[in-house]
Structure formats: C-alpha cells, structure tokens
C-alpha cells in the first residue's frame, strides 16, 4: 500500500540557517510527489510537485526538493531560513487509481525558527 | 479569487446533534474531497466525488456523509457527532485526471462535547 513516512515530527532551526525536512515514500509506480505547507490557522498550500523530468524541483518561497527513486525520498529543502517559515509541512504521494487521483499524506513536520 | 469556500471556520456541538459543514469551489473543478487532520496522523481522506452525484468513500468514511448535487458545492454531514469526531476538516478540489492540482479550503474545526 502506498504511504508516505516524515520521520522528524518536530524540527527547530535558527533564522538564516539552512533547511532540510525528510520525506520517504511507498509506491509501486512512478509516484506523484508534493509538499504543502500550512501556517497556524491557515489551509494547505502547494510548495512544489514533482512529476517527471528533473529530479530537482523548485518551489515557492524559496524552497525546493529532490526527488531520489533509489532512496525513495523527497527531501525538502531551504538554504536560509525566515522567521516566517514556522509552520507545519506534509509530504504527500499521488495514487491515481480507477479513475482518481487521492492524495496520501505523511504525519506532518512543525518547523519552529529561533530568532 | 479561485478558492475553495469552507463554513463555518469553528463549530462546538453537543454528542448526537446534526451538523453540516459547507464546501463551495468556484474553479469548476471535477473532483472534490474531504480530509480530516489529527495530530501526528496527518490528513486522511474521508470521502471523495469525481463528478456530480459521483460519490465514494475514502480512508475513514464511518460517521459521515456527503453529497455532490451540484459541480460547486460538497457539504459534509454528521448526522450524530461524536467526541471521536472532534477534529479540523478540510475541503479540496482538483480539475482531475492527472492534474494534480488540489486547492484546500481554509479549515474547519470541530468539537463535538
């Protein structure tokens, strides 16, 4: 079955230092990856996919993520971190399956950022 | 604005009374989905709709219901809440296919006493 697996629950780094938040994955196929981000109070929103192609993906807010079939990982990552980045992030796979695309998400890392 | 419209933002409710939650989307999406979210657990699907009156269940479907009557609109039901039920519930949709693009609503937190 597929799952997807973040095995830091929480991560607490200082502004301006870098980022990586873990991500392992579960897929039979070719997988549908995706990080999303919500900050306190708010809904999810879309950091970056991946599909296909270039196994390093670009994101908004300066985030970005590599894809590693042979590690079945997407890792998440962030050269300097902003005090705005606190929030949670999911990992997630896409399971495209009789005719519907579902997303499965891992647990969640909160980030917290010290000043 | 494309969004995905969620009311209310917060419910407290009593065990055993009837509550819907509304989900409207003005991206003419196909797909839409509920998910609920609980600490450490992630977000975990509950019901989903492909199309108009296309309904199926997803991962923890027991307890609620849903209903897809029009293209915009996908209201969660709970006909008789339980304190198990306390959660924050979010609304998605997609245009479907292998576009995986899903918007999320801003949340729903309910507590069931």
């Known amino acids: 079955a597929q799952s997807v697996t973040q095995p830091d629950i929480h991560i607490t780094v200082s502004e301006g230092a870098s980022l990586e938040l873990r991500c392992n994955y579960s897929y039979g196929a070719t997988p549908y990856l995706f990080w999303y981000v919500q900050s306190p109070g708010q809904g999810l929103q879309l950091l970056l996919k991946?599909?296909?192609?270039?196994?390093l993906v670009q994101g908004i807010k300066g985030f970005e993520a590599e894809f590693k079939r042979s590690q079945s990982s997407f890792n998440l990552r962030k050269p300097s971190v902003h005090w705005s980045d606190a929030a949670e992030y999911f990992c997630a796979v896409g399971s495209f399956s009789g005719g519907y695309n579902k997303l499965i998400f891992g647990a969640g890392t909160r980030l917290a950022v010290h000043p | 604005e494309a969004q995905v419209t969620q009311n209310p933002r917060y419910l407290i409710t009593v065990t055993g009374k009837k509550l819907t939650v509304t989900c409207s989307q003005n991206m003419n999406h196909e797909y839409m989905s509920w998910y609920r979210q609980d600490p450490g657990l992630g977000l975990r699907q509950i019901y989903y709709s492909m199309n108009v009156e296309v309904t199926d269940k997803g991962d923890v479907p027991e307890g609620y219901k849903v209903s897809r009557k029009e293209k915009r609109n996908f209201p969660l039901i709970l006909e008789s809440p339980s304190p198990n039920q306390t959660s924050l519930y979010f609304c998605?949709?997609?245009?479907?296919?292998?576009?995986?693009?899903?918007?999320f609503g801003s949340g729903t937190r309910l507590t069931v006493v």
């Open positions: 991946y599909f296909s192609g270039d196994t």
């Open positions: 998605a949709s997609s245009p479907g296919g292998e576009s995986y693009g899903y918007t």
